[in-house]
């Protein structure tokens, strides 16, 4: 298989599991999520499917490129790819525990544990490739902006 090919299988499996977070998230939006007080630097609800969907995307790339290079140093990338699926597993927890159960304290807690995870991702995935490790930092940045998005929102409605 070549490495476009690859690239496009990791990012059609990204954006699945962004399309299915979405659904979980969906109802809530509507529904729960208004009636919660949220922080002055809460973003507006548009913002929120272009962002995940551009991360999902980066992701995916990332894993393309790291996947690829599985000939080169097996373990090595298989350890990396290990990272990245229970990162991608945490990522569609967290809309489950915030959206799906209305429990910010919980998806707080996991969401710290996602960002480690995420971090170590990172790590793993630029010893093999710098592009696919430069991909991951914008998904950092924006998760270390929705844990703090996270813990005010679970502090202001406490």
């Known amino acids: 298989m070549n490495k476009f090919l690859k690239i496009i299988i990791a990012v059609a499996a990204c954006l699945a599991i962004g399309y299915t977070s979405g659904m979980v998230t969906r109802s809530s939006i509507t529904t729960w999520y208004p009636t919660l007080i949220k922080p002055s630097f809460n973003p507006p609800n548009w913002i929120f499917a272009p962002v995940w969907s551009t991360l999902y995307a980066m992701m995916g790339v990332a894993a393309g490129l790291v996947w690829n290079e599985i000939k080169s140093n097996e373990e090595v990338v298989k350890k990396a790819l290990i990272f990245f699926l229970i990162q991608l597993g945490l990522n569609a927890l967290w809309s489950y525990l915030f959206f799906g159960l209305h429990n910010p304290m919980l998806a707080g807690l996991e969401i710290i544990v996602l ?14 490739n710098k592009i696919a490790g430069y991909l991951f930092i914008p998904y950092l940045a924006w998760v270390s902006f929705a844990a703090v998005l996270n813990g005010s929102i679970w502090w202001l409605n406490r």
Not at 115 to 128: D, G, M, N, P
């Open 115 to 128: 960002w480690l995870i995420i971090y170590e991702t990172y790590v793993q995935f630029s010893k093999i």
